[in-house]
């Protein structure tokens, strides 16, 4: 019996190593420009340094049919002022869990600031740079593709969609962290001192956009926790045996 017990809390444990999807927002149906809710878990939603919101269509790589609606940021900082102060922030706690990963689909109008930086907080004030895997959505074989590692770049012009990942699964202080959180804020251009619009072919704009789509954290129970409930349910299912 105690063999069948401890086999079903180690293949409790194991299931619940994988990554799971802690939180996400899809920004379908009726949105709250200001602070989206969520789709899935818990979390809240901002916008950062003085931006606003608005609702606009959906990331392509969204499998929603119908109101399939994106989290549109405008009213960004002049050109050469504010860089690092704009765009959305999103706060997810992390207790009881560990190797934390965050997905986004972002989206820049052609007059747009070209690069964006994206970073995280494990104390919900002070912000970290990260690099990231920024990937294009390819038109043609409608996935995204050719990921580059680094700063956030619209390397395909204006009007485009980027798939943003951040594996954070090497930063201990995010782990059971219940003020974690990140975002995303509008940057200068790396070899200059300004903003630079998305499309080369138009001039950067205050009222250019960013759009935020699935935004998703994913994240793994820690050991202990599960180890803990699955004997804890072991023990359940014995008593109830011996009854």
């Not at 619940?16 to 009726?30: K, R």
């Amino acid at each position: 019996m105690k063999k069948v017990l401890l086999s079903f809390a180690a293949l409790t444990v194991v299931a619940a190593s994988q990554a799971q999807v802690l939180t996400q927002w899809d920004f379908n149906g009726t949105l709250n420009t200001t602070s989206p809710v969520t789709t899935i878990g818990a979390g809240t939603a901002a916008l950062v340094g003085g931006t606003s919101g608005a609702s606009a269509s959906g990331s392509p790589a969204d499998p929603a049919v119908a109101s399939d609606n994106r989290w549109n940021v405008s009213t960004f900082p002049a050109v050469s002022s504010g860089s690092g102060t704009a765009g959305a922030r999103f706060n997810v706690s992390t207790a009881g869990l560990s190797d934390v990963r965050v997905t986004l689909d972002w989206r820049t109008s052609n007059s747009a600031s070209r690069f964006a930086r994206f970073q995280y907080t494990t104390d919900g004030s002070i912000w970290n740079n990260f690099s990231v895997s920024t990937a294009a959505w390819n038109t043609t074989t409608l996935v995204y593709e050719n990921p580059v590692v680094g700063e956030i770049s619209a390397s395909t012009g204006g009007d485009s969609w980027h798939r943003i990942s951040a594996n954070l699964t090497g930063v201990a202080a995010v782990n059971n962290n219940a003020n974690f959180g990140f975002r995303v804020v509008s940057v200068f251009d790396p070899a200059g001192s300004g903003f630079v619009s998305a499309n080369p072919t138009s001039a950067y704009a205050t009222t250019g956009t960013y759009g935020f789509d699935l935004v998703t954290v994913e994240a793994v129970p820690e050991p202990m926790t599960m180890g803990l409930l699955a004997l804890g349910l072991a023990g359940v299912a014995a008593r109830r045996r011996k009854a």
